[in-house]
């Protein structure tokens, strides 16, 4: 009799364990995976939060050491003198001209057919003249351009450079000599002014 009681007890245990392991399984089990869930999301977002808030919390600090290159910026003879559009056009207009008249001593060997002022279209740090140049040269005149462009105070920078060769007919007092070899260059040139950029964000 106490065997059958003893089994009896712990088949009535055991069902219950059963049960109470199934209950779980259909209306707890669910709940409590979701919140697991839920609280590694929220402690994500949280992490992600102060990231941004770290972050946000160096953009004055960058803002003002921007502010004080921009201001600290003086004198230094890598930009252009003008303070204007116009003005910075007209200069980097006559730097060129200077450039190809100084390294071409005759008149012949270089010339330039065009210079466009351009507008930039992605705006940095500081205000870029750009100037669209079509020049006609003679290779070792023209290689004489590019380094005096390149040493040249202010700065000046050079882009989208495309040549093309040609010969060129020439005459003198009546007599026609022998072609000569020229280049058909096309080129962007451009420098910085010493005025920044106003954005958004420095506002």
Not at 99 to 118: H, R
Not at 169 to 181: D, I, N
Request: glycine share 2%.
């Amino acid at each position: 009799m106490t065997l059958d009681q003893n089994a009896g007890r712990w088949l009535a245990i055991t069902t219950l364990l059963l049960i109470a392991v199934i209950v779980y399984f259909l209306f707890f089990h669910w709940f409590f995976v979701e919140h697991a869930t839920l609280s590694e999301e929220i402690e994500n977002l949280n992490e992600t939060r102060q990231k941004y808030i770290n972050e946000s919390a160096k953009t004055p600090l960058l803002r003002e050491k921007i502010q004080q290159v921009k201001q600290t910026v003086g004198d230094n003879d890598e930009f252009l003198k003008a303070d204007s559009n116009n003005l910075g056009n007209a200069e980097i207009t006559a730097i060129l001209k200077n450039i190809v008249t100084e390294q071409s001593p005759d008149k012949g060997a270089c010339e330039l057919i065009s210079q466009s002022p351009t507008q930039d279209r992605e705006p940095q740090q500081f205000e870029k003249i750009i100037l669209r140049v079509r020049m006609r040269c003679q290779f070792d005149v023209f290689m004489n351009v590019l380094k005096t462009i390149e040493e040249h105070k202010p700065t000046l920078f050079l882009d989208d450079l495309r040549i093309e060769s040609r010969n060129v007919q020439r005459y003198r007092r009546g007599q026609e000599q022998a072609a000569e070899e020229s280049l058909e260059i096309r080129f962007i040139l451009y420098a910085y002014m010493k005025k920044a950029v106003e954005t958004r964000d420095e506002d």
